[in-house]
Antibody, heavy 120, light 107 residues
Framework: EVQLVESGGDLVQPGGSLRLSCAVS????????MSWVRQAPGKGLEWVSA???????YYRDSVKGRFTISRDNSMNTLYLQMNSLGADDTAVYFC??????????????WGQGTLVTVSS | EIVMTQSPATLSVSPGGRVTLSCRAS??????LAWYQQMPGQAPRLLIY???TRAAAIPDRFTGSGSGTEFALTITSLQSEDSAVFYC?????????FGQGTKVEIK
């Protein structure tokens, strides 16, 4: 059975840092394309970052230089290191596995999400 | 980036009914479109990819159609458990973007 379990969400002050984890079972993160997608309270979905199986990383412009996606193959876990957090980063963060189709990736497995609240 | 616009914002329908949700892309995305269902407090669930291919275990009450810039998701024989927000997502280029969602309410 495939499971993705996020953790690490918390209340953090503006300018602070947080590391999110996504523990995966049922497939290997090392040879799958993985992403973080976030959802601000009451809002829609927004892609944040991606990590290819080969190790290439991608970020949306608003988090470039502040967020770092990585993985630990031995732990089969995906991470998102978030620095210099601002109020606009407040959201539920989902990790998801992506599958390639023609020109890009859609998401077939999702975790339940972890809430990040940036507030003083 | 490509903007995805969904309409209407909210739909209210009776059990057993049929609804069609619209998703429009600001430029052609061929058939690089997925649909997701998100129930309150839950993660999104993949329904459709490639504009019209149902994901595993998705019943044939859910049908995706369209190409280019105009897409639709049709749900028939609506049931109470279909109450959710439905999102479209393009994956034609970076960055992938989602529509703002259509909320389906079952009366």
């Amino acid at each position: 059975e495939v499971q993705l379990v996020e953790s690490g969400g918390d209340l953090v002050q503006p300018g602070g840092s947080l590391r999110l984890s996504c523990a995966v079972s049922g497939f290997s993160v090392s040879n799958n394309y993985m992403s973080w997608v976030r959802q601000a309270p009451g809002k829609g979905l927004e892609w944040v970052s991606a990590l290819y199986g080969g190790g290439n990383t991608y970020y949306r412009d608003s988090v470039k230089g502040r967020f770092t996606i990585s993985r630990d193959n031995s732990m089969n876990t995906l991470y998102l290191q978030m620095n210099s957090l601002g109020a606009d980063d407040t959201a539920v963060y989902f990790c998801a596995r992506a599958l390639y189709d023609t020109s890009g990736y859609y998401y077939d497995y999702w975790g339940q999400g972890t809430l990040v609240t940036v507030s003083s | 980036e490509i903007v995805m616009t969904q309409s209407p914002a909210t739909l209210s329908v009776s059990p057993g009914g049929r609804v069609t949700l619209s998703c429009r892309a600001s430029q052609s995305i061929s058939r690089n479109l997925a649909w997701y269902q998100q129930m309150p407090g839950q993660a999104p669930r993949l329904l459709i990819y490639g504009a019209s291919t149902r994901a595993a275990a998705i019943p044939d009450r859910f049908t995706g159609s369209g190409s280019g810039t105009e897409f639709a998701l049709t749900i028939t024989s609506l049931q109470s458990e279909d109450s959710a927000v439905f999102y479209c997502q393009h994956y034609s280029e970076w960055p992938q973007t989602f529509g703002q969602g259509t909320k389906v309410e079952i009366k």
